[in-house]
């Protein structure tokens, strides 16, 4: 069974910075797609980082060159190193993968709040 938990969320002062991490069971993530995804109440979710199989990663417009996805092996582990934090990175952070057999299952964690001060 796959599970997915992050951490590593927190209160921090606007400029600052916070590591996420997510710790996966079940799943090889050197072999999987692992991406990080933000949502607010009320709002559309929004996909910010994503790291491919073969490591190349994508970044939203609102995030890049400030925050870097990354995997860290053998630990099974992402990380989310985010930089330069703004009030309006403020909401709660999830990290995703999927596997494709006959069918495609998501897998989701249970998310990590951040909150950012101005």
């Known amino acids: 069974q796959v599970q997915l938990v992050e951490s590593g969320g927190g209160l921090v002062q606007a400029g600052g910075s916070l590591r996420l991490s997510c710790a996966a069971s079940?799943?090889?993530?050197?072999?999987?797609?692992m991406d990080w995804y933000r949502q607010s109440a009320g709002k559309q979710r929004e996909l910010v980082a994503e790291?491919?199989?073969?490591?190349?990663?994508k970044y939203s417009d609102s995030v890049k060159g400030r925050f870097s996805i990354s995997r860290g092996n053998p630990e099974n582990m992402v990380y989310l190193q985010m930089n330069s934090l703004k009030p309006e990175d403020t909401t709660k952070y999830y990290c995703?993968?999927?596997?494709?057999?006959?069918?495609?299952?998501?897998?989701w964690g249970q998310g990590t709040q951040v909150t950012v001060s101005s």
């Open positions: 079940g799943i090889d993530l050197s072999k999987n797609a």
């Open positions: 790291m491919s199989s073969g490591g190349s990663t």
């Open positions: 995703h993968t999927w596997i494709t057999s006959v069918s495609r299952k998501d897998y």
